[in-house]
């Protein structure tokens, strides 16, 4: 029996042996394992911080992108209601020294009754022709008597009048026009010393 014994001791040696060994092969693996889950993590985690400096990236712009496109349709729409408002401008240059005309026409002195009659038919086509122009938003600029002011005179040249104010209107030689808010024609003025 002394050998069943010896043989089970050397069993029992030969199987420590070998769950030492595994189980130092078994350590060695999980280390090894261990490790490259660090590496695999350190990985990830650098993936990841390239990934969101991306994003950010895109993010900002894709915002850029829109405050352009909003920009862009602002802009679109301010030109769409200025063309609106203005529309007019091209046409109502083009007629002011048509308008210019009919008031010479009208300061001529007229005596017979001919001439009174066409005056008249005269006066009535000046009279609409005002309204339809008007109507568009055409105004006459105030000029004498008023300030003088660059943005809607130009003074062509200067008089000497004691009993106004320096910088006063005196005399309108060309009217003016305003389109809504925008000048087409400046009045052109003889202002005060």
């Known amino acids: 029996m002394s050998e069943t014994t010896e043989n089970k001791e050397s069993l029992k040696e030969d199987v420590a042996e070998q769950v030492t060994e595994n189980t130092e092969e078994v350590t060695e693996t999980t280390n090894e394992q261990s490790q490259e889950i660090e590496l695999t993590t350190e990985e990830y985690k650098q993936k990841v911080s390239e990934l969101e400096s991306k994003l950010a990236e895109e993010e900002d712009r894709y915002l850029r992108l829109r405050a352009d496109y909003d920009n862009l349709r602002r802009r679109t729409q301010l030109d769409r209601e200025s063309q609106e408002k203005y529309r007019a401008q091209s046409l109502l240059t083009?007629?002011?020294?048509?308008?210019?005309?009919?008031?010479?026409?009208?300061?001529?002195?007229?005596?017979?009754?001919?001439?009174?009659?066409?005056?008249?038919?005269i006066d009535m086509v000046y009279r609409s022709f005002v309204d339809a122009m008007n109507k568009e938003g055409l105004e006459l600029i105030p000029a004498e008597g008023v300030q003088f002011d660059p943005t809607v005179h130009q003074a062509v040249m200067q008089e000497?009048?004691?009993?106004?104010?320096?910088?006063?209107?005196?005399?309108?030689?060309?009217k003016g026009y305003k389109l809504k808010d925008r000048v087409i024609r400046p009045s052109m003025v003889s202002v005060n010393e």
């Open 94 to 121: 083009d007629l002011l020294p048509v308008l210019d005309n009919f008031e010479r026409a009208l300061q001529v002195e007229v005596t017979s009754d001919d001439a009174v009659a066409l005056y008249k038919g």
């Open 160 to 174: 000497s009048d004691s009993e106004k104010e320096s910088g006063i209107i005196l005399r309108e030689l060309q």
